[in-house]
């Protein structure tokens, strides 16, 4: 169940053709008034033409959204002017097949960087991909599946909250991850009575341990974008932490969901970080270990090459003492002061074959970080080597 | 010709033992007598116990140094006090085969992280390495081989500058190289005459444009190093630019090697990056276009993938005006004020078949940058996920 599990919200996902493939590549999904809500967006400064107009939209709205518009099959970025048209003409179709003012539409887009939307085949399909929006489960799904672009799996999740509030999520994933303040697409809807503003600090709070904490291949997108909508018709107004509970839960799952789905990856590696100076220290550090190539590479090995990982803490540029870092694998100390604990090493690959954990402890500091990553594999560099 | 081209050093390298193979893996580089000599070293907060050391003599000694040791297959790093005591044996033993003070030698080492170095067959090889030491040419060569770990060819340079004083330099490169601010290991010898201060800002300046401009896999070493030592045996007391000049000349061809024989890359790709601010600023943007997985995933497939340039430059963190940007493949330009150019990118393609070179203009600063980079292959994983 996906984003029209809470009450309130119509979905659809259509093949408008954006996809030479005939793949499902536009979705929507709707409120039905405008509702609050709340947004994260990319950091990167060649943000995409959907990026900036929502960004705008956000704010000329003052987070009152009726909808929100997806498309995978074309990023729309680096598109210039024409792509700036395009993002509008997206929402004002979707405004105009809706009944709503255009600065209530959100945009995102997903896919390769550079080539310009389709809008011919796009805005004639508006019409369709409206009409067919509905508030059944399967509505959510085929809506997911309209983000995928080489997602192997649909990204949805869904959760009840106390006294019956609902958050559900649908996300994409796959490549280019490696969120800086908001990360790939994901809509998240609730049924929960909550302000705007409100949904801004939970909708913070809970990326900062889920999707900004993934890691696939250390590559901030130009499209992320995470939005976050409130329907209220639970009728139910949850305290802020339970309602940041739920969305947590959502974010958390899709955020596992992509990692596990990452190109051609063959495990999924969490890594704690625990005894850093505070939290934000501890998760620099877990996502140097993540950006390191060395150690993917080592994770596709099944290699416990705890070396590499002292290697990628000591040019983070974080405060760090190499004689006090621990280093456990999977349950198994590797080393201890900066220094092998002296363990067999080979008889600790046979615990890497699968999905694996590694405890890294940099001293006796508050600070704590839990990163997901994947291993960097030959079929990551073929499949992303090959001209699109 | 190596670092025994210029006159008033004797080198050698024998195979003590270290790496199971039997290939050479120790080698010195010796001057006559004290002489001025300046270095650079690894910004790597987990610094390698012969880094520390070597640190620590060039103060104590004032930058009047006898002689270098060099190690391969074992970096003696995160090895504690076992390896700090290792990497102070090391020097012991040269400076008493030598006759010097123990400060006046600096060590370097180099292979996996972790071990620690077999002591039982490095010390009773010293005598016989200090007593090979020569200034013929394949003393040169015999040292520069016994800095290799992956490398596939020997790494070394020669040249002579205005009146006939010589520089000459070798070098071990391969994996784990993003440059700080020195790099890998390299010794550059010269028998100009100049002081140790004067040295430092030549090398300074030598390794910025060199050394410092190449990044393979975005991964700081432990353990990179560059030693500069000038014995004065010329009588030639060249002018700064001259002997920056001679140098660089040494340090450039030592860096375009390491790039080359890059862990199983199959291209060097040069990015010429303009307009920036600053040169700084320059440099950090064709880093981190470097620093690019999916970027350098698509020089692996010869793909004139700009958008991943674009994505890249717009995460570095840079001043950025994104609707800015132009570049260039390999002469054909792909993309002007942010947006494709219209040409058919499928006909640039077969230009970027072997080693090419992209230009990117980000504005109208004066800032350059020439970045070396090589590409990432589905060889280099495999070969790096290998448990060592």
Same mark, same amino acid.
């Given at each position: 169940?996906?984003?029209?599990?809470?009450?309130?919200?119509?979905?659809?996902?259509?093949?408008?053709?954006?996809?030479?493939?005939?793949?499902?590549?536009?979705?929507?999904?709707?409120?039905?008034?405008?509702?609050?809500?709340?947004?994260?967006?990319?950091?990167?400064?060649?943000?995409?033409?959907?990026?900036?107009?929502?960004?705008?939209?956000?704010?000329?709205?003052?987070?009152?959204?009726?909808?929100?518009?997806?498309?995978?099959?074309?990023?729309?970025? &680096?598109?210039?002017? #024409?792509?700036?048209?395009?993002?509008?003409?997206?929402? @004002? *179709? =979707?405004? %105009?097949?809706? /009944?709503?003012?255009?600065?209530?539409?959100?945009?995102?887009?997903?896919?390769?960087?550079?080539?310009?939307?389709?809008?011919?085949?796009?805005?004639?399909?508006?019409?369709?991909?409206?009409?067919?929006?509905?508030?059944?489960?399967?509505?959510?799904?085929? &809506?997911?599946?309209? #983000?995928?672009?080489?997602?192997?799996?649909?990204?949805? @999740? *869904? =959760?009840? %909250?106390?006294? /019956?509030?609902?958050?559900?999520?649908?996300?994409?994933?796959?490549?280019?991850?490696?969120?800086?303040?908001?990360?790939?697409?994901?809509?998240?809807?609730?049924?929960?009575?909550?302000?705007?503003?409100?949904?801004?600090?939970?909708?913070?709070?809970?990326?900062?341990?889920?999707?900004?904490?993934?890691?696939?291949?250390?590559?901030?997108?130009?499209?992320?974008?995470?939005?976050?909508?409130?329907?209220?018709?639970?009728?139910?107004?949850?305290?802020?932490?339970?309602?940041?509970?739920?969305?947590?839960?959502?974010?958390?799952?899709?955020?596992?969901?992509?990692?596990?789905?990452?190109?051609?990856?063959?495990?999924?590696?969490?890594?704690?970080?625990?005894?850093?100076?505070?939290?934000?220290?501890?998760?620099?550090?877990?996502?140097?270990?993540?950006?390191?190539?060395?150690?993917?590479?080592?994770?596709?090995?099944?290699?416990?090459?705890?070396?590499?990982?002292?290697?990628?803490?000591?040019?983070?540029?974080?405060?760090?003492?190499?004689?006090?870092?621990?280093?456990?694998?999977?349950?198994?100390?590797?080393?201890?002061?900066?220094?092998?604990?002296?363990?067999?090493?080979?008889?600790?690959?046979?615990?890497?074959?699968?999905?694996?954990?590694?405890?890294?402890?940099?001293?006796?500091?508050?600070?704590?970080?839990?990163?997901?990553?994947?291993?960097?594999?030959?079929?990551?560099?073929?499949?992303?080597?090959?001209?699109?």
């Amino acid at each position: 169940m996906s984003v029209t599990f809470p009450r309130g919200f119509r979905a659809s996902g259509v093949a408008a053709g954006i996809k030479p493939s005939g793949a499902p590549d536009l979705s929507v999904v709707i409120a039905e008034e405008p509702v609050p809500a709340a947004a994260v967006f990319t950091q990167n400064s060649a943000a995409a033409a959907p990026v900036r107009l929502s960004r705008r939209h956000m704010e000329v709205s003052r987070g009152a959204i009726r909808g929100v518009t997806l498309n995978s099959g074309c990023a729309n970025a &680096a598109t210039g002017e #024409l792509g700036d048209r395009a993002a509008y003409d997206m929402a @004002a *179709a =979707v405004a %105009g097949e809706v /009944g709503c003012e255009v600065t209530e539409v959100l945009v995102c887009s997903t896919g390769p960087i550079g080539p310009q939307l389709p809008m011919d085949k796009i805005l004639p399909a508006m019409q369709l991909l409206v009409a067919r929006a509905a508030s059944s489960p399967t509505a959510g799904k085929d &809506a997911a599946a309209g #983000l995928m672009t080489t997602d192997t799996f649909i990204k949805e @999740a *869904a =959760v009840s %909250g106390p006294g /019956g509030f609902r958050v559900g999520g649908m996300a994409k994933g796959a490549a280019m991850i490696r969120p800086s303040m908001a990360t790939m697409l994901a809509v998240i809807t609730t049924d929960a009575v909550s302000s705007a503003q409100r949904l801004r600090a939970v909708l913070s709070e809970a990326v900062e341990e889920t999707f900004n904490s993934i890691n696939i291949d250390g590559c901030e997108s130009t499209n992320d974008t995470v939005i976050l909508m409130a329907s209220g018709r639970s009728g139910i107004e949850p305290s802020p932490e339970e309602l940041t509970k739920g969305v947590r839960k959502v974010c958390a799952q899709l955020a596992r969901d992509i990692v596990a789905d990452a190109e051609d990856c063959t495990r999924v590696v969490t890594i704690l970080v625990s005894g850093a100076p505070d939290d934000g220290s501890a998760r620099r550090m877990g996502m140097a270990i993540a950006d390191s190539d060395l150690v993917r590479c080592s994770f596709y090995g099944g290699d416990p090459n705890w070396g590499r990982l002292v290697a990628a803490l000591g040019a983070c540029g974080e405060p760090l003492d190499a004689s006090r870092i621990d280093i456990t694998y999977q349950g198994t100390p590797v080393a201890r002061g900066g220094t092998h604990t002296g363990v067999d090493l080979s008889a600790v690959e046979p615990l890497l074959a699968g999905d694996f954990e590694i405890d890294v402890a940099v001293g006796d500091g508050p600070g704590t970080a839990r990163i997901l990553t994947s291993d960097l594999t030959p079929g990551y560099v073929i499949f992303n080597g090959e001209p699109s």
